[in-house]
């Protein structure tokens, strides 16, 4: 079921945003230590650290598919994450484990065995993964009626891989294994980037949010971009 259509002011009422910056955000975390990304600091863990800060303990993270985070977050007898989190194969890890997953909460609460309220059902998935080889799964996903977030992560490559280009890597000025420049061809990558967000905003019109945020700036804008997504409620975003 639809709902009602939300003005701003209401939306970001609803989602509580951040208003005094960095030093308004809650200090809890729900992705923490015991991951092996970068320690100069990897913006994949500060997205998936970001988007479980704004969502909150009441949380079911799927559509971790198989990439570098999923690397980095499967270490041995170890992980960061402090809320449910499920790995997927690559190309189901936005669509279909995120409509999997919030169709079985809903049968739980329906069914009463699920006291407390619906968690948030949170997707991630990279540019390959979603952007590319997940991007039926989602768009099937968006034409649901389930409450989910779909986050799609996008470092223009297939960074797993050794840095393969994708649908979404930038015309002309990216070097990547599968385009490396050379004396002859000073320009490998000749494809425009695909506009994944223009996409899912013209084909799938019962949509109740979509976004672009950049995670580390302005500060504060990502995080209340997942709050306004989660708080949109009624479909999925």
């Given at each position: 079921?639809v709902e009602e ?32 990304t970068c320690q ?78 619906i968690p948030h ?117």
């Amino acid at each position: 079921m639809v709902e009602e259509e939300l003005t701003k002011e209401e939306l970001e009422r609803r989602a509580k945003v951040y208003r005094g910056g960095v030093h308004d955000i809650d200090l809890e975390e729900y992705y923490t230590s015991g991951h092996r990304t970068c320690q100069g600091g990897c913006e994949s863990a500060l997205v998936m650290r970001s988007f479980a800060k704004a969502s909150g303990p009441n949380t079911v993270v799927t559509g971790g598919a198989t990439g570098c985070m999923y690397v980095a977050n499967t270490s041995y007898m170890s992980t960061p994450w402090a809320v449910p989190w499920m790995h997927t194969q690559l190309g189901a890890g936005g669509g279909s484990s995120a409509v999997g997953m919030a169709a079985g909460l809903r049968a739980l609460k329906n069914k009463g065995k699920l006291k407390k309220d619906i968690p948030h059902v949170i997707a991630f998935c990279g540019d390959l993964g979603g952007g590319d080889m997940g991007l039926g799964a989602i768009s099937g996903a968006l034409q649901t009626d389930y409450d989910l977030l779909i986050i799609i992560y996008d470092n223009e490559s297939a960074a797993n891989t050794d840095i393969q280009a994708t649908g979404l890597t930038t015309w002309g000025g990216a070097q990547t294994t599968f385009t490396p420049t050379g004396s002859v061809h000073r320009i490998m990558q000749k494809r425009w980037k695909k506009n994944v967000i223009g996409m899912m905003a013209a084909g799938h019109p019962n949509v109740r949010y979509l976004a672009t945020a950049c995670a580390t700036y302005p500060a504060g804008d990502y995080l209340n971009k997942v709050r306004k997504a989660l708080a949109a409620g009624g479909g999925p975003h």
